[in-house]
């Protein structure tokens, strides 16, 4: 007869399990958030205050709920965030798209989003050391057009396709119609796709 | 790498909303996809914030146990909640003092009476009349010089 020798099993205690949850959950979304802040308020110190201060909102506020909700949560924290700072800026006005900014040359008829697809040179071929080189220049190009779109158009077109999610939950943390998702995401790849054709970026 | 959605084979009859997600796709892949890449400074402060926020949770945490905590070990401060006994028992200190109290003047009165008793008794037992010490002759007596 064999004797087994059992070890005591060492289960990591709840409180340090949701901790660790947090921290890989915020790892996770930080630089994205952060990103799509700056691309908001255009400066880097305040996108940093507006990311922290979201962080802090989610984890003094919800760290007890299931993580599973944590991202639309934290979205949804981080949108009223940016609007907070905008108060406080006292320039709230700039962050909505005014009509003219929605029905601005986004719906040009002369241009065609399958066409510019479809008739798009494979480029994905050999990856050449000047590739690199490339994609650094088409990302900082990417950056720039983002930049340049309508606020809400922007922030519509990174939570969907950044963010994934759907439009649904975009919708909610826009505070507005899931149609009017659809219409500020068809907008932005409009506009996006005009403008990186018309900066020679090939896709 | 950034990868052109060049091979999806789009055409006039797919559903442009397939289009504009192959496109929008590709436009995220070139910021740099799910962790875009930042500088090490921003880095820095995203993990500190980071840590402020999970240190945030921890003294939430903390906080709510204690307040949890009265509620468990003690029989709390509501009225309704306090039972008979230990309303009488902050009364007893009072109760112990005023007996105290009692029992010292009985004490005092009882060896007053003790000692009144001994005069007396001396005096009654005494073969002299306790009258014979109202008489001026016998004070005049005993102030005199004995032989």
């Known amino acids: 007869m064999g004797y087994s020798l059992e070890l005591p099993r060492h289960t990591a205690s709840p409180i340090l399990t949701s901790d660790q949850a947090l921290t890989d959950f915020l790892k996770g979304v930080e630089k994205r958030a952060f990103k799509r ?63 003219e900014e929605l029905e601005s040359s986004d719906d040009d008829p002369g ?30 190009i990417i950056e ?13 077109f990174l ?12 919708a909610h943390v826009m505070g507005c119609s899931e149609g009017s998702v659809k219409t500020h995401c068809s907008r932005a790849v409009n506009s996006l796709a005009k403008a990186l054709k018309a900066r020679g970026i090939v896709l | 790498m950034i990868k052109p959605p060049s091979k999806l084979h789009i055409t006039l009859a797919d559903d442009a909303v397939h ?3 192959a496109f929008g796709k590709w436009v995220i892949a070139g910021l740099g996809g799910e962790s875009p890449v930042l500088n090490a400074q ?15 949770a921890q003294r939430i945490r903390r906080l709510k146990a204690l307040d949890a905590r009265p509620a468990v070990i003690s029989y709390g401060s509501a009225a309704g909640l306090t039972p008979w006994w230990a309303r009488l028992a902050a009364f007893m200190p009072v109760v112990a003092l005023t007996l105290g109290l009692i029992c010292i003047d ?19 037992s005494d073969d002299l009349p306790p009258s014979a010490y109202a008489d001026p002759g016998f004070a005049e007596f005993l102030k005199s010089p004995r032989p």
């Not at chain 1, 309508?150 to 519509?156: I, K, V």
């Open chain 1, 37 to 99: 802040t700056a691309f908001t308020v255009r400066d880097d110190d305040s996108a940093l205050d507006i990311v922290q201060e979201a962080m802090i909102r989610l984890a003094e506020r919800y760290a007890d709920r299931p993580s599973q909700e944590w991202p639309l949560l934290f979205q949804r924290i981080l949108a009223n965030a940016t609007m907070d700072w905008f108060r406080r800026q006292k320039v709230r006005n700039t962050l909505f798209s005014s009509i």
């Open chain 2, 42 to 56: 921003v880095e820095r402060r995203l993990s500190a914030a980071r840590w402020q926020a999970v240190e945030a």
């Open chain 2, 106 to 124: 009985q004490f005092n009165l009882t060896q007053r009476i003790e000692a009144a008793a001994e005069v007396d008794a001396a005096l009654l």
């Open chain 2, 19 to 21: 289009a504009e997600h």
């Open chain 1, 159 to 170: 939570l969907r396709y950044w963010e994934e999610m759907d439009v649904a939950e975009t």
């Open chain 1, 111 to 140: 241009f065609d989003l399958l066409e510019y697809l479809a008739t798009a040179g494979g480029s994905s071929g050999t990856e050449s050391a000047e590739d690199g080189a490339y994609r650094s220049q088409v990302m900082t």
């Open chain 1, 144 to 156: 720039s057009e983002i930049s340049e779109l309508p606020a809400r158009q922007r922030e519509a």
